[in-house]
């Protein structure tokens, strides 16, 4: 059974991969210091895979803790990064934060993993870095755009790094794979998103109002250049993009890569506007969402899908679950954790 060590791995993303790594055969190790999420997350992974991951409430900051770690834990085959903090608002009030936390777990992690040998490594990036995309769908030759927050230029620092230590270091084998947008929970309705405070994300706060936790749901602009004049995103179901980090490390682990650092979008390349969202929600749950249209929110990006070729062929990974899943998951888990 191959060891492999999940940072944030009780997060809401990383939650969800344990249980695609451990349904797949993998021993799994986390690491999370707990900032955002909680203990209940380890029962909800243990009630769906019947096995409880090894857990170390560890700070990925403090790099004593991260090399004692690795002197208490042999033979790991690979490490998935997913610690970091998120929030893209936060991190403009709160830059040396997302500097700290973002840049810094992850050089002591790769630090760790030159000194014990282990060669294969993923990391959590995201289609935040190519900011307003001149063409769609977006491929992963498309530039990267100067970030237009301090969160996202450490996930740009973050690639770059992790860039420039595969060029010394030809053992080492990384793929940074960038997300789109992540929704929904796994069936079981065990798992899902948590979110501190407000939500910010769309679909957190759909299922928030859904609930009767918020009054409405604002509408971030009607008047863009798209079909129905809301912003396109492209929502891939977490648990399709928790099967593209088994399927990522297997392909290192297998020594399948190419190149010794490989870069893959993971979304569903289809793109599908904010209203269009409601509507499918209405529909899933049959319920009316109160909304209203409200100025555009600062920073948004119009449109942005992903082109999933290079994932589908070379990794072999498509998404399957269809926005009508992710949604009615997304409900399932909201009212599993307000009990209606
Ligand atoms: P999350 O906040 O739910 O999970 C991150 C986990 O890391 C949390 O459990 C937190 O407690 C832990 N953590 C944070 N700092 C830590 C530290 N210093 N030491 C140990 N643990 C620490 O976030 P998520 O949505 O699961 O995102 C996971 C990764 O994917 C992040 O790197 C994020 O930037 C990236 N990402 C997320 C999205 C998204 O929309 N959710 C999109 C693209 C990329
Ligand atoms: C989606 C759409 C909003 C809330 C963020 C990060 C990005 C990445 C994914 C990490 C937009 C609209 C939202 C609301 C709304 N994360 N909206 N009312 O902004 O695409 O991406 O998460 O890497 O870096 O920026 O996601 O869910 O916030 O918004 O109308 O209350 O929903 O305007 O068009 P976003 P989101």
């Not at 935040?128 to 498309?142: C, H, K, S």
């Not at 948590?194 to 769309?202: A, C, E």
């Amino acid at each position: 059974m191959k060891k492999i060590l999940v940072t944030g791995g009780l997060g809401y993303i990383g939650s969800h991969t344990v249980v695609e790594l451990q349904n797949s055969g993998f021993e799994v190790i986390i690491i999370d210091n707990l900032s955002n999420s909680s203990l209940n997350v380890l029962e909800g992974i243990t009630s769906i895979t019947k096995k409880p991951p090894i857990f170390e409430r560890l700070d990925l900051r403090i790099k004593a803790d991260v090399i004692d770690f690795f002197h208490r834990h042999e033979q790991i085959a690979g490490v998935i990064h997913f610690a970091a903090s998120k929030a893209v608002g936060e991190s403009v009030e709160q830059p040396l934060h997302y500097y700290e936390n973002n840049i810094s777990t992850l050089i002591y992690l790769l630090q760790e993993c030159k000194a014990h040998g282990i060669h294969n490594v993923i990391f959590s990036s995201s289609c935040t870095v190519y900011g307003e995309p001149d063409r769609l769908p977006i491929t992963e030759e498309a530039p990267v755009k100067k970030a237009t927050s301090p969160y996202g230029n450490t996930k740009q620092i973050s690639e770059e790094i992790i860039e420039d230590t595969c060029e010394v270091d030809p053992q080492l084998k990384c793929i940074a794979l960038r997300y789109f947008n992540p929704i929904g929970a796994h069936h079981s309705a065990m798992i899902g998103e948590l979110p501190v405070g407000v939500p910010q994300n769309l679909v957190p706060f759909i299922t928030q109002t859904a609930a009767g936790v918020r009054k409405e749901l604002s509408v971030f602009g009607n008047d863009y250049e798209t079909s129905d004049g809301s912003c396109i995103r492209d929502y891939i179901h977490v648990v399709d993009l928790a099967k593209a980090h088994v399927v990522a490390l297997e392909r290192l682990l297998q020594n399948n890569n190419t190149s010794n650092f490989e870069i893959f979008n993971v979304g569903t390349g289809k793109g599908t506007s904010v209203l269009e969202v409601i509507k499918a929600f209405e529909t899933v749950t049959g319920t009316k969402l109160p909304y209203k249209v409200v100025e555009r929110r600062p920073g948004d990006v119009v449109s942005v899908y992903a082109d999933t070729t290079k994932a589908n062929e070379i990794l072999g990974w498509k998404a399957e679950r269809s926005m009508e899943d992710a949604l009615s998951s997304a409900w399932k888990w909201e009212q599993h954790i307000r009990n209606i």
